[in-house]
């Protein structure tokens, strides 16, 4: 059956993303299913066409389908997006839904970064370390972690700490 619906989607003529396509006559709802199924595969192409010129590759599923009208879809996006899960990944985290182009990522990592994503990926990766801690000044890690190097600069609290480490062993030993 899967191979069946994949042939009959290879075998429909394909409309560029591109292309200007005329509003339907009368605008009724009762379309032909394949009709249906062109106008489906117009919104992949497009979609595909839209994503691939993104920075990273997504955008949120609403922020697409407010350009429904502007590109000419008269399907349901979400549905598109489900409907070819080898072409693109929904992800629904949290009340989010972002909609992914599989070709361009493996492994959780794009195929082929820009300057843009890695700039925005180091941002990200600061802001989350500051968040724990490790990039803030005022932290309590970040003002111990001083004092033990202002320690180990100065020496002479270790040189203290080792003699009485040696005056407690040497009473003990008596």
């Avoid at 389908?65 to 008269?74: D, L, N, V, Y």
């Avoid at 195929?111 to 490790?134: F, Q, T, W, Y």
């Avoid at 970040?142 to 020496?155: F, I, Q, V």
Wanted: glycine share 6%.
């Amino acid at each position: 059956m899967y191979r069946k619906k994949v042939q009959e989607w290879q075998q429909l003529p394909y409309a560029g993303p591109y292309e200007v396509v005329s509003p339907r006559a009368g605008a009724s709802k009762r379309v032909s299913k394949l009709a249906r199924r062109k106008m489906e595969k117009r919104a992949v192409g497009i979609a595909h066409e839209f994503l691939n010129l993104t920075v990273e590759k997504m955008v949120e599923v609403e922020k697409f389908s407010q350009f429904r009208k502007w590109f000419g879809i008269e399907v349901n996006v979400r549905d598109v997006f489900l409907d070819h899960p080898g072409i693109f990944y929904l992800s629904a985290k949290g009340k989010r839904h972002t909609v992914f182009l599989r070709e361009a990522y493996d492994r959780g990592r794009l195929v082929e970064p820009n300057d843009v994503s890695e700039a925005r990926s180091k941002l990200v990766e600061l802001m989350l370390l500051r968040r724990r801690g490790l990039g803030n000044a005022n932290s309590s890690a970040n003002m111990t972690s001083g004092a033990t190097a202002d320690a180990r600069e100065s020496g002479d609290d270790l040189i203290e700490q080792d003699d009485c480490l040696l005056d407690a062993s040497e009473k003990q030993e008596q």
